[in-house]
Structure formats: C-alpha cells, structure tokens
C-alpha cells in the first residue's frame, strides 16, 4: 500500500471498526464450522444477510477474508488469528463487548486527552481504568488477555539481565506469573516473590503451581503503592511504570528503593520513546494517555523519575522483541553482591501478608 493509500485508509476509521465487528461476531469460527456464505452466517448469528455481505467483501479486499467464489468466504492467515482459539488473543481484545472494546471507547476521545492533559476514561465509563477493570466482568477475562501479551517476552527478557548468583527476584505488578514462571524454569535456585492485585496474583498462584514451580515462589497480593517485600537481590518492573504518570512513577519507585538493600537492583522493563519501532511506541504512548494518563519515557525522562524516588541510573539495554532493560540502584552499585542475599519467601511472606497458595 502506498503511503497515500495507508493515509486514505487511515482517515476513512471504517477498516479498525469492520474488523471489531467481525471479532464480535466471531466470523473466523463460523466460517471456519462451515458457515461460509452470508445468508448461512446471518441464519447463525441473527443478523442481515445483505448487509453482512457487504462488511466481508470490505474485509475480503483488505485481505482479512478469503472469496474463491461467489459469495462463498473462507479464512485468510489474518483471519485465522481472529479463531477464539488462537494464542494470539486477538478477537477477544477487539470484541466489542470485552474490556478491549471498552478501551477501544476511551481512544476516539483522544480530542479531549490534547485539551486536558488527562485520560477521558473515567468521563467516558464513570470510573477510572483500574477501577472499571475490577468491577466490569462482561466479555472476556482481562488476566487472560494480560497473560498472552506476557508471554510473547517473558522469555526474551530472561536472557538480559545477568541471573546468576541471583537468588531472590520481586517481580511487582507482575500480573499473571508469566516472568517469574520463565525466570524459575531457566534458574533451578532462584525463588520469585509476584505483587499484584488478588485476582491477578491468584491466576499467578494457579500458572506457577501447575508448572511445579511453587516450592519457590511466594504470592504477595496487595498494591504497589503500598511497602513491597524487603531485602530482595532484584526488583522488576516490567511494563508497569508507563501505566502511571510521573508522580506516581516516582511513588512506585520509591516503595521499591525502600524495599531494597544497599546491594540491591531495581529493573524497568518497557519501551522507550526513542526505540527502533516507532509504530508500536507511538501507538501505545498515545493509549497508555487515553486509558491510565501515562506515558513512554525517554531515557532522560526514567532517570528523572527514578532519581526523585531516590535511586541512581545504572545501565540500558535493548532486547529482542523492542523492550528496553534499564537498572537502577540504591547505591552506586552496578550489580546486586554475590552475598547479602535476600531472606527465603516463607519469610517475606510472613512480613507482607497472605500467602494464598
């Protein structure tokens, strides 16, 4: 497509919106069953023959379906990622009637976020992100959505940072267990302590324990804002601090500059503004404003916000799938001590709360 074409397509907004729809009615699975005309479609999902047609032939010219004949439509290798079952995820996060189709919601008030600065979310649902995600359970489950997106780089990310010697890793907002669960499988001696929210940390528990992985992981369910578990050789931050604007960046900082040691290590996993995929920064530097009021950082921008929780900048590297790996310290220090190690998880466990395994 010419740069033209890609323009025109862009301002029309009707590609994005026919491929929602689509995802919603679970087109891919029926035609896949069989159902692979329009009126066969409509007689399944209850809707108009004629104007179903019209929205495949659209899709079938951008190449999302397949028409080898006539009003007959079979899958494409893009449509094939819209099957349920695919490990993508991808219909569930555009199904209009899931906890992507109401993020969707918040984007197409990106007018309003340039006049004030602030995510329109809550002016949209009533309440903000996180508080709409914990009492919005309509369409598909969140955490399932959040585990795939995870595990296209919790591998990559394991072969990073130097691991070795390390014996306790406190992954904080670490959503579902895919990190630590890679981080335990690659790492026979190493034992991960998860902060999160209950829901997200009981998933984490459900992950870890059904890889046998247990023995050596803790479940610390609470808020980030709230103390963290202390004296740990590493705290990891992955995709989280981007969700926050920067006062409350620097408040999730420092909980983790207060849990650490003089030896210890605090990463930050995400992608920086001034990455190689300026598509998928930019795309998501303008989502993290719409749904939460965060933001990329350029480099410059993490240490400022690391430097006011009090920790000092140590080292950037760049990995495969387009995150970056920035440490930080509470010392000078550019590596976590070979001795000092942190106390075992029974232990953490008992001074920040329940273990629910």
């Known amino acids: 497509m010419t740069p033209e074409a890609e323009f025109s397509e862009a301002v029309s907004g009707l590609a994005p919106i026919a491929l929602r729809t689509a995802a919603t009615l679970r087109l891919a699975d029926h035609i896949a069953a069989g159902h692979n005309t329009a009126t066969l479609l409509a007689d399944r999902i209850g809707a108009d023959s004629d104007v179903l047609g019209r929205v495949l032939r659209f899709l079938v010219v951008r190449g999302v379906f397949g028409e080898p004949e006539p009003d007959v439509f079979a899958l494409t290798p893009l449509s094939v990622t819209l099957l349920d079952g695919h490990p993508s995820k991808l219909c569930a996060w555009l199904d209009e009637g899931g906890i992507g189709g109401r993020m969707d919601t918040a984007t197409r008030a990106l007018t309003v976020a340039v006049r004030t600065g602030r995510s329109p979310y809550a002016s949209i649902h009533g309440d903000t992100f996180y508080q709409d995600l914990a009492k919005y359970r309509s369409g598909p489950d969140f955490n399932t959505l959040r585990q795939s997106h995870s595990e296209s780089f919790a591998d990559e990310i394991t072969a990073v940072f130097p691991w070795e010697g390390v014996q306790h890793v406190v992954d904080v907002g670490g959503g579902t267990g895919a990190f630590p669960e890679a981080l335990m499988r690659r790492y026979s001696g190493l034992h991960t302590t998860l902060v999160d929210l209950p829901d997200a940390v009981a998933a984490a528990v459900r992950r870890i324990t059904a890889a046998g992985l247990e023995k050596r992981f803790t479940a610390a369910p609470g808020s980030f804002f709230h103390p963290l578990p202390s004296g740990a050789d590493v705290y990891t931050l992955i995709n989280v601090l981007h969700n926050w604007n920067d006062d409350d960046a620097v408040r999730i ?44 950082r350029s480099l410059t921008q993490l240490r400022g916000v690391a430097e006011a929780a009090g920790l000092v900048h140590g080292q950037r590297s760049a990995t495969a799938v387009g995150l970056d790996w920035v440490t930080f310290h509470t010392s000078g220090t550019q590596q976590p001590a070979a001795d000092n190690r942190a106390r075992g998880p029974s232990v953490l466990s008992q001074e920040f709360g329940s273990d629910i395994r």
Do not use: F, H, P, W
């Open 253 to 296: 900082l420092r909980r983790c500059a207060e849990a650490a040691d003089r030896n210890s290590t605090v990463v930050v996993v995400e992608r920086l503004i001034d990455g190689a995929d300026q598509r998928a920064i930019t795309t998501m530097d303008l989502r993290m404003l719409l749904l939460l009021s965060g933001k990329e």
